[in-house]
T-cell receptor
């Protein structure tokens, strides 16, 4: 069965600092991987996705993620965080079936 | 932004009453999903649909039913609401989820409170 683990429930970073949010997945084949962001009171917005090819994926808002098959990870990174990045971030895995599986989310606080 | 609306956006109801939430899309996507979002649990799939009148259960389907009589509408019904169903409900759509480069698009959510 597929599953997604986001080990960090909450992260606090200073504005301008770098960010890395962790995501580990469990899936037998090559997964489809996604990162979504949710601002307070809003729906989820896709940041980036990985299906195949280059393991470093660029997304919107300056985010990137790296797929590491050996570690079953798909960590999200940003070199310099802005106050507007404060939100909840969800990692998700899909497959050749009909369903997507989400992690429990990481809440990001940005301090001035 | 994908054309997905949910109604109502907020609802307060009492235990034991029936509740229906509506998801409407203008994208003509085949797949539609209902999730609930709760602190510490992320998003959990309730039910999904892969076509008109074609639905299947997700991991937390007990106490919920769905219907899809038109491509654009997917209804979620709580036959007899309980306090444990207090949550934020999200609808999502996808064109072909099993194929590469197809992600889910999410609606704005419905906040449901069961007293």
């Amino acid at each position: 069965a597929q599953s997604v683990t986001q080990p960090d429930i909450h992260i606090t970073v200073s504005e301008g600092a770098s960010l890395e949010l962790r995501c580990n997945y469990s899936y037998g084949a090559t997964p489809y991987l996604f990162w979504y962001v949710q601002s307070p009171g809003q729906g989820l917005q896709l940041l980036l996705k990985y299906f195949s090819g280059d393991t470093l994926v660029q997304g919107i808002k300056g985010f990137e993620a790296e797929f590491k098959r050996s570690q079953s990870s798909f960590n999200l990174r940003k070199p310099s965080v802005h106050w507007s990045d404060a939100a909840e971030y969800f990692c998700a895995v899909g497959n050749t079936g009909n369903q997507f599986y989400f992690g429990t989310g990481t809440s990001l606080t940005v301090i001035p | 932004d994908a054309g997905i609306t949910q109604s109502p956006r907020h609802k307060v109801t009492e235990t034991g009453t029936p509740v229906t939430l509506r998801c409407h899309q203008t994208e003509n996507h085949r797949y539609m999903y209902w999730y609930r979002q709760d602190p510490g649990h992320g998003l959990r799939l309730i039910h999904y649909s892969y076509g008109v009148k074609d639905t299947d259960k997700g991991e937390v389907s007990d106490g919920y039913s769905v219907s899809r009589s038109k491509t654009e509408d997917f209804l979620l019904t709580l036959e007899s609401a309980t306090s444990s169903q207090t949550s934020v409900y999200f609808c999502a759509i996808s064109e072909s989820p099993g194929q590469a480069y197809n992600e889910q698009f999410f609606g704005p959510g419905t906040r449901l409170t069961v007293l």
